[in-house]
């Protein structure tokens, strides 16, 4: 059974810094792009980054290019994301998720979410 | 990006009747392979999304068959036949096309 589940995130000041983890089980998480979407509270469905399997190919949104860092191990089957310079624009539930086909970015969709976690960035 | 508009905003539904949400696209979602990269997808409150329809029209596993999806290019339907009280929740379509982007959302209540 596919398992994804999400940690890290918590109460965070504006400017400060937070890194999310993904546990991954259930598949071959070595053969597959991994992503992150976000979820502002009451809001819709935002994409946020990717990694491709071996990492060596990320993408980020606009809104979070240059202060969000992508990253994984797949000895670990986890997957990362590095958030820096947080703001209050970030808060979210942050959502790991996994394509249903081991493809980098692009024509797929996401079979798997894992159950999300929170992040506040707030004084 | 391509950007993905849907209506309405928020639906109330007799239980046992119809619901349509609507969904446009501002480019094309048939992809040079011959697909139509579209999908659509329900977060039950307190849950993450789920997957009902890919590829335009194709039931993912498991999905009740009051669940149907139609459209091509820019203009996409996802249909309920008969509302039932698990139906409520946000709907979303959503396209692959890279980047992925998401429709705005619209939330199916029970009259």
């Known amino acids: 059974e596919v398992q994804l589940v999400e940690s890290g995130g918590g109460l965070v000041q504006p400017g400060g810094s937070l890194r999310l983890s993904c546990s991954a089980s259930?598949?071959?998480?070595?053969?597959?792009?991994m992503h992150w979407v976000r979820q502002a509270p009451g809001k819709g469905l935002e994409y946020v980054s990717a990694?491709?399997?071996?990492?060596?190919?990320?993408y980020y949104a606009d809104s979070v290019k240059g202060r969000f860092t992508i990253s994984r191990d797949n000895s670990k089957n986890t997957l990362y994301l590095q958030m820096s310079s947080l703001r209050a624009e970030d808060t979210a539930v942050y959502y790991c998720?996994?394509?249903?086909?081991?493809?980098?970015?692009?024509?797929?969709?996401?079979?798997?979410w894992g159950q999300g976690t929170l992040v506040t960035v707030s004084s | 990006d391509i950007v993905m508009t849907q209506t309405p905003l928020s639906l109330s539904v007799t239980p046992g009747q119809p619901a349509s949400i609507s969904c446009k696209s501002s480019?094309?979602?048939?992809?040079?392979?011959?697909?139509?990269?579209l999908y659509w997808y329900l977060q039950k409150p307190g849950q993450s999304p789920q997957l009902l329809i890919y590829?335009?029209?194709n039931r993912f596993s498991g999905v009740p068959d009051r669940f149907s999806g139609s459209g091509s290019g820019t203009d996409f339907t996802l249909k309920i036949s008969r509302v039932e009280a698990e139906d409520v929740g946000v709907y979303y379509c959503?396209?692959?096309?890279?980047?992925?982007?998401f429709g705005g959302g619209t939330k199916v209540e029970i009259k």
């Open positions: 998720v996994k394509p249903h086909i081991p493809v980098w970015v692009s024509l797929y969709y996401f079979d798997y």
């Open positions: 259930g598949f071959t998480f070595s053969s597959y792009a």
């Open positions: 990694i491709s399997s071996n990492g060596g190919s990320t």
């Open positions: 480019q094309s979602l048939l992809h040079s392979d011959g697909k139509t990269y």
């Open positions: 590829e335009v029209s």
């Open positions: 959503m396209q692959s096309i890279h980047p992925l982007t």
